[in-house]
Every structure is written in structure tokens, then in C-alpha cells.
């Protein structure tokens, strides 16, 4: 059996995921230590994405006006809203945090520039993403597929 020479490289880490047919490949732990930045990752983007909606909300602005205003694509600006930009240019953020009056460093670290967010900022990202979502109770269809779905769980 061949050695071959270790990396802390999440694209060396990949690929030897997928030369194992992308079978979990943990090597001191990089895996976990990947996925978890990854998480991170995911819920800033989450908490970017809520904030530039409630905050054009917030300004009473229409996403054409945002748009108009930053200078950025309403398209552009709606995918990032639903969070379907992995990666928004550094441009369109530092335009989105002149036009939403927010601190543009800030905003940067959110977004994934700058270097890693702070851990204080990363938190606080994940709280703002978890309570942006409005609680509101299930309709009739949600309540009975949910309802059958835990019997099914519970084995019932």
C-alpha cells in the first residue's frame, strides 16, 4: 500500500474523498474540522441573505429601489436573498452596505471577506438566522403530513 504525503488542504481532503469513491475520509480529523467550517459558512451566508431583506424591508425599499440604489442586478439581489449565491463579489457587498447603511467591513466579514468572521460575529450571525424566521402555526395540511410522519417515525 502506497503513503501518501498528508495535507491539511480541504481540496487534497476532496480528492482523496473522491479517489475513495467520496466514501468519509476523516484524517486527524479534518473531515469534522471541514464540515464544521462549513456550517459556519452556510449559516452566514443564511444571516447575509436575511439581513439584506429585512434591512431593504426595514428602509421600506422594493428590491427594483435596492437595486436602483446599489447599483446591482434585482436579479443578483433576489438570489442573494434566497440564498442562492454561494458567493456574493465583494463589489455587490460593499454596494449593498452603502445602500442598506450598514458597517461595510462588517458586512464583508459576513459575506466570507476580509479573513475568518470573528467568533463573535459568526454567533451572532447564527442567533439573527435563527430568529428571523417567523414562527406561525402550521396550516391543516402541514399539522396532518407532520402528524404522520412522526407515527411513521415512532414506528406506529
Given at each position: 500500500m502506497t503513503?501518501l504525503p498528508?495535507s ?9 474523498a ?35 431583506e429585512?434591512?431593504?424591508r426595514s428602509?421600506?425599499l ?11 442586478g434585482?436579479?443578483e ?8 449565491d ?5 463589489d ?27 467568533q463573535?460575529l459568526q ?12 414562527v406561525?402555526q402550521?396550516s ?7 402528524q404522520?410522519?412522526?407515527h ?5
Amino acid at each position: 500500500m502506497t503513503m501518501l504525503p498528508m495535507s491539511t488542504d480541504k481540496e487534497w481532503l476532496l480528492k482523496r474523498a473522491a479517489d475513495e469513491d467520496d466514501c468519509c475520509v476523516s484524517v486527524g480529523g479534518l473531515y469534522g474540522r471541514i464540515a464544521r467550517e462549513e456550517a459556519k459558512r452556510k449559516a452566514a451566508r443564511l444571516a447575509f441573505a436575511k439581513l439584506v431583506e429585512l434591512q431593504r424591508r426595514s428602509l421600506l425599499l422594493t428590491w427594483e429601489e435596492l437595486a436602483a440604489r446599489a447599483q446591482v442586478g434585482v436579479m443578483e439581489l433576489v438570489g442573494i436573498a434566497r440564498g442562492q449565491d454561494e458567493v456574493v463579489r465583494p463589489d455587490t457587498v460593499r454596494r449593498l452596505a452603502q445602500a442598506l447603511s450598514l458597517p461595510e467591513e462588517r458586512l464583508l466579514a459576513l459575506a466570507g471577506y476580509g479573513g475568518p468572521a470573528e467568533q463573535g460575529l459568526q454567533e451572532a450571525a447564527v442567533r439573527f438566522a435563527i430568529r428571523s424566521e417567523p414562527v406561525r402555526q402550521l396550516s391543516t395540511e402541514e399539522a396532518a403530513a407532520l402528524q404522520e410522519f412522526v407515527h411513521a417515525l415512532a414506528g406506529q
